[in-house]
């Protein structure tokens, strides 16, 4: 036990000594995750965001859309979907329009939206960042965060350096950092033979879509005690009905990218009534507050505890209702009702799931 704890703390040192540090120079210039140097003399008040979960990390290190001038599409779709748009009405008139297909920059609508700074991925190569800057547009870089949390971390310190939040960002990043702590401390001593198998699914009703070893997923089911089955496929892939029942796995996540998706769907599939998940009723949708968990975001930390929770019930517990509602007054100045908290926790969706109310309906 004390090898573990002692790994443990040389994790959790690796992880803060690879963060920028949140100290600004002169003005609000940083180096960006391309290792580029994006120079602001000033805060930026105008921003246009197209990976899809930092426009909501933008919103809540601002505690509000006021810098936000255009948005992706999906990024709309999810928090009218979940609360973002219920605490932050405005997100609503955000134009959706400055990105097409791909994350290709619509450089018409970027121009007209007049950003100070455009946020864009950096691991899909230079042909969706080149055409902002020829249009003589600011661009910072982000890198999707694959396997730890240090990338994430990196989006938060210098999306707070942007708009002159550094001590929100640091506030954010340490909560990430103790959460995580947790979550692993729970779980390291779970035996490998005694760890659930975990099926997660994109999508299910169009076609059939789970993840791999690209997916920032694996690292999440693996942190809360979850062995991810498909942890080794090359990226994401479709597969059948077929292979889930191969697969048998003990638990089946439902992601948050296709509207409409419910664990009833699975339950009601005659071909997966022996798979193990669906005998046992542990199917659940992933939840969605100001942003869908199953995507990294500003309210992971969250998700590893409701993950953990959700892989091991008798032996793995926090208060997440209450601390939902603090965080939440944290992360976006709103207080959630009662109401609101069954909503982020797709209690209705999760219905028909084992135990699912006994476990996440007391509290607050």
Known sequence: MKKVYRLLGYFILSIYLSV???????????????????????????AVVIPIPAASLL???????????????????????????????????????????????NIETLLAAQPDLVWQWGHLGNDIVEPIVQAGLKVAIILYPYHDDSRMQQWITLMGISIGQMARARQMIEWRQQTLADVIKKTAHIPRAQKVRVLYLSRFLSEIQTIGSTSH?????????????????GGARTINQEQIMVWNPDIILLGNFEVGLLPEHIYQSPALAEVAAVKN??????????????????????????????????????????????????????????QDIDGVLQL??????ERYHQQFKDGL
């Open 20 to 46: 920028p540090s949140l100290s600004l120079a002169e003005n609000n210039s940083f180096i960006d995750m391309n290792q580029r140097h994006v120079n602001l003399p000033a805060e930026v008040k105008r």
């Open 59 to 105: 919103a809540s290190l601002d505690l509000g859309t006021q810098r936000l001038v255009g948005i992706h599409p999906f990024a709309k779709v999810a928090a009218q979907e979940g609360l973002l748009s219920r605490m932050f009405p405005a997100i609503n008139q955000i134009a959706s329009d400055t990105v097409g297909q791909g994350f290709s920059p």
């Open 217 to 233: 997923t694996n690292s999440d089911i693996q942190r809360a005690g979850g062995v991810s089955i498909t942890a080794d496929f």
């Open 281 to 338: 009723r542990r199917v659940y949708k992933i939840p969605i507050g100001g942003f869908i968990w199953d995507a990294p975001n500003q309210e992971t930390p969250l998700y590893w505890q409701w993950l953990a929770m959700t892989f091991y019930p008798d032996n793995i517990a926090w208060p997440l209702r209450a601390e939902i509602h603090r965080q939440y007054d944290f992360l976006y100045g709103y207080r959630p009702t009662s």
């Open 348 to 353: 209705e969706a999760n219905k028909a799931s």
